[in-house]
């Protein structure tokens, strides 16, 4: 007993197969961010009243950077498969699908390149 319609059987349409990967993906880099989120957010509540000499030297730390750009990155990514998710959902037409696919990613990497070469700059150069 097959679970698939004579049509497709006929046409040969089934599983795209990468489903599941991409809910894994989805629920691990959602794991992921738990504990980023956490420690950024009892991080910046210690800096309260810290002024900028002070979060700069706190961003010049090597491990804070390091966890910072793991944020940024994971935090992204979970946001452009998000977004793709809905985009393939919900916008109807191939052209205006790829192309707001083309865009969410583009806008995800322009971010991420910003706030991670952003980091860099005050870890290297103060």
């Known amino acids: ?16 197969k990468d489903g599941s990967s991409h809910w ?8 992921a961010l738990v504990p980023l989120i956490l420690w950024f957010v009892f991080s910046v509540a210690l800096m ?13 730390s090597p491990v804070v950077a390091g966890l910072l750009i793991l944020l940024i990155s994971v935090g ?12 393939e959902d919900y916008v109807h037409g191939e052209a205006s699908k790829v192309l707001s696919l083309f865009l ?3 806008v995800h990497v322009v971010l991420g ?7 860099l700059m005050i870890l290297f150069r103060g």
């Open 48 to 60: 309260a009243g810290a002024d900028y000499v002070q979060f700069l030297e706190w961003v010049q």
């Open 113 to 119: 390149l910003t706030g991670i070469l952003s980091i």
């Open 76 to 87: 992204l990514l979970h946001s452009q498969q998000g977004m793709q998710v809905v985009i």
């Open 104 to 106: 969410s990613l583009s």
């Open 1 to 16: 007993m097959s679970l698939r319609t004579p049509l497709g059987r006929a046409r040969g349409l089934g599983s795209a």
């Open 24 to 31: 894994w993906a989805q629920r691990l880099t959602s794991l």
